[in-house]
């Protein structure tokens, strides 16, 4: 498995699906032998997720710099050197490393996963000097037209992808269009390479949250006046989740009177982005109603969830091939869901999975607008995700889809 995404890395989402994979895998009937970068590569580090890692997991790592503060001496670094991504210095060790585990270890699958495009980089080069079955795990389109934006970025990701998709064996996705996406970009490919594992929850992880949230209320003593809290979970980027239009009908609905501290507080928790918000927050003169929050243990986030009162998607049409991994865990937290995005993506497609029949288009003021005024009135009964949403997509029952995608692969090998 290798895997840039792993304790003790923190503030990625990408970490709780590596990490249960590895947790969950040995009951399936497979040993994990985690790869990862050496830790100097993470500027986001905690110990906190060591402790989730089974001690049947064999894990291993190599050096590896992140560009944006290894090799910027003066705080710049040019666009070469984070191509394809900030930690391509991983590769130079990681191919080393990954032989003479192969050599050591005998592994019947090679395992690889995005959003760090490095990752599939020494991954085709292990399946090319070893032959190995390789599951490339893209999560999320790693190109499409426009994206990424920098287009020599968007050249060397292409490269990267057209050689991963050519050699993996089986290429898997989170979200039902991009399956339909790259069964279009490379129609030459057989249609059994493209499969869907979907992210998920952890109802260990919930079970430690419920208890945490029902200990902060029991000490809270909360009251029926206290003000409504809507809570966004984990990154806000500023292209693909632009809170523009949402920040815009917060001001207005307070300049009309609708929102005041007294009904309403917003939380933005790791937003991984707060400087730039708190500007805009600023320039909005809504910092009384939007608190920018730093990371707090995934267990502490979790249990956030469970203690608001709604929780925010935002999702731009851009990411209409992909899904949030919290889209699972707001289910599993049984509050309603307030959607910010295109009615036409796989967000909103999974959203209505699970019962949330109102949503409202990211870029529309109007729209959002309504969506809020219809929360803080107490009108919640269409954003209500269903009892039975979340079941699905435990991080568990997701393990056993991949279990089992790894017996077929290797039985037909």
Not at 2 to 9: A, E, F, K, S, V
Not at 80 to 99: E, H
Not at 311 to 318: C, R, S
Not at 355 to 381: M, P, Y
Request: net charge neutral; glycine share 4%.
């Amino acid at each position: 498995m290798i895997t840039y995404n792993y304790p003790p890395l923190t503030i990625s989402s990408g970490i709780q699906r590596s990490l249960a994979f590895s947790r969950f895998l040995p009951e399936n009937g497979w040993q994990p032998i985690v790869l990862t970068p050496s830790s100097g590569a993470y500027a986001n580090k905690s110990d906190s997720g060591e402790k989730l890692i089974p001690e049947k997991v064999i894990r291993e790592s190599s050096f590896a710099l992140d560009s944006s503060r290894h090799l910027a001496p003066f705080g710049k670094y040019p666009e070469f050197m984070a191509l394809p991504d900030r930690w391509w210095t991983w590769r130079l060790s990681a191919v080393k490393k990954g032989l003479e585990l192969i050599k050591k270890y005998k592994p019947d699958v090679i395992w690889s996963t995005f959003p760090i495009s490095t990752t599939h980089w020494i991954a085709s080069i292990l399946k090319r000097k070893t032959g190995i079955p390789w599951v490339a795990d893209f999560r999320d389109p790693m190109t499409k037209e426009g994206y990424p934006v920098e287009r020599l970025t968007r050249a060397v990701r292409k490269s990267i992808e057209k050689r991963t998709v050519n050699l993996a064996d089986v290429v898997t996705f989170t979200a039902p269009s991009s399956v339909k996406l790259y069964s279009q970009c490379y129609p030459h490919l057989s249609q059994s390479k493209w499969q869907i594992i979907y992210n998920g929850y952890d109802e260990d992880n919930f079970s430690i949250a419920l208890n945490i949230a029902q200990s902060q209320t029991e000490k809270a003593n909360l009251s029926d006046q206290r003000p409504k809290t809507l809570l966004h979970s984990g990154t806000l980027y500023p292209l693909e989740r632009n809170p523009e239009s949402f920040f815009q009908a917060i001001k207005e609905l307070k300049e009309g009177g609708v929102f005041t501290p007294q009904r309403i507080k917003i939380v933005l928790r790791a937003t991984n982005n707060d400087e730039l918000y708190k500007r805009r927050i600023a320039d909005g003169d809504i910092v009384d109603l939007v608190d920018i929050l730093p990371p707090v243990k995934y267990e502490d986030a979790l249990a956030e969830m469970v203690c608001a009162d709604g929780l925010l998607v935002l999702q731009a049409a851009i990411c209409n091939h992909q899904i949030p991994a919290k889209i699972y865990e707001y289910f599993r937290a049984q509050k309603p869901i307030l959607a910010l995005t295109d009615r036409d993506g796989d967000t909103a497609f999974i959203l209505k999975k699970g019962g949330i029949e109102n949503i409202a288009d990211i870029t529309s003021v109007a729209e959002i607008k309504r969506l809020l005024t219809e929360f803080v009135n107490g009108e919640t009964a269409t954003v209500m995700p269903s009892e039975t949403s979340y079941l699905e997509f435990s991080r568990k029952n997701q393990t056993v889809e991949f279990a089992r995608l790894l017996n077929e692969l290797t039985a037909n090998g």
